[in-house]
């Protein structure tokens, strides 16, 4: 008898261009995901219309900075919300009610004990979806997601552009203290004039918190990937004999990231696929 759960997962196919490109979205109906993935969306909205108006373009009208750098700032901007929209949406790697389960491989595979499904080892049965997911790291409720074998490198992504825009907005902020001459084109009679101090304080505490909170993640997950262990395999206390290997760090991210070409690992718009292992490295069921 499978196990229903009250907070319950969309799946739908997606077709975009160019053609051959299927996005898998997932969805996950949990009202606390909802409030924690909408202040994230905040945060960034904040940095994202209030230090362009505030400092960026302000500057750029009178020549302070070069047009380079509002480009770099809306690029990084794009990136960070295109890899948080992926990782939210994206299919984790939820396993199928009837798996086609090869010969070959019927010993990789077990079953769970809470939704009596079979499912390959590594995977793990995550309560607020409430289905299982391939080589599950985590669940995060700040992308109301399931962080899985088919999203990680999503997840990756966001961790990292979520550092570029935070510094980014951390050094705009420090120099429109202390280093940007005064603007002369100013309306104090606008709202973002006269709360200038107020919401430039804002957003350098939450960049603080958000490059500092990313970074130890991003860390976090590094030394994961490269040691070949997931969260929940590390605070189970699984023998490292168990799953970890010797292998470099290209081929540890390359494995996550679905590719060998190491700018595509940057990349949120794009579709993942499995690698084929070469002799040289063995892989995970």
């Given at each position: ?27 996950v109906?949990?009202p ?27 500057h ?79 669940h ?10 088919d ?49 430039l ?61 190491k700018?595509l ?21």
């Amino acid at each position: 008898m499978v196990n229903t759960s009250t907070l319950k997962t969309t799946n739908a196919m997606c077709q975009f261009v160019p053609a051959a490109m299927k996005l898998r979205l997932h969805f996950v109906v949990d009202p606390m995901g909802w409030l924690c993935i909408s202040m994230v969306f905040g945060v960034w909205l904040y940095n994202s219309v209030f230090i362009p108006k505030l400092v960026l373009l302000p500057h750029y009208n009178e020549g302070h900075i070069p047009w380079a750098i509002v480009v770099c700032y809306y690029i990084a901007s794009a990136l960070c919300l295109a890899a948080l929209l992926r990782a939210s949406t994206a299919d984790p790697g939820r396993l199928p009610v009837d798996p086609h389960i090869p010969h070959s491989e019927r010993e990789q595979w077990e079953m769970c004990n809470k939704c009596n499904l079979m499912r390959p080892k590594r995977s793990h049965h995550c309560s607020r979806c409430g289905h299982c997911v391939r080589r599950m790291d985590h669940h995060c409720p700040w992308i109301n997601n399931c962080v899985g074998e088919d999203n990680h490198w999503l997840f990756l992504q966001l961790c990292i552009y979520t550092q570029v825009l935070s510094f980014f907005t951390l050094v705009l902020d420090f120099c429109q203290y202390y280093y940007f001459q005064p603007l002369t084109g100013l309306d104090q009679e606008k709202f973002t004039t006269r709360h200038e101090l107020a919401l430039l304080r804002v957003s350098t505490l939450t960049g603080l918190v958000m490059f500092g909170g990313m970074s130890s993640l991003f860390y976090t997950q590094m030394t994961g990937i490269l040691s070949d262990m997931t969260t929940i395999e590390k605070m189970s206390q699984f023998s490292s004999e168990v799953y970890s290997m010797k292998r470099s760090w290209q081929w540890a991210l390359a494995e996550v990231c679905g590719t060998r070409w190491k700018l595509l690992w940057l990349l949120p718009l794009r579709s993942r696929k499995p690698l084929q292992a070469s002799h040289h490295f063995r892989t995970h069921v």
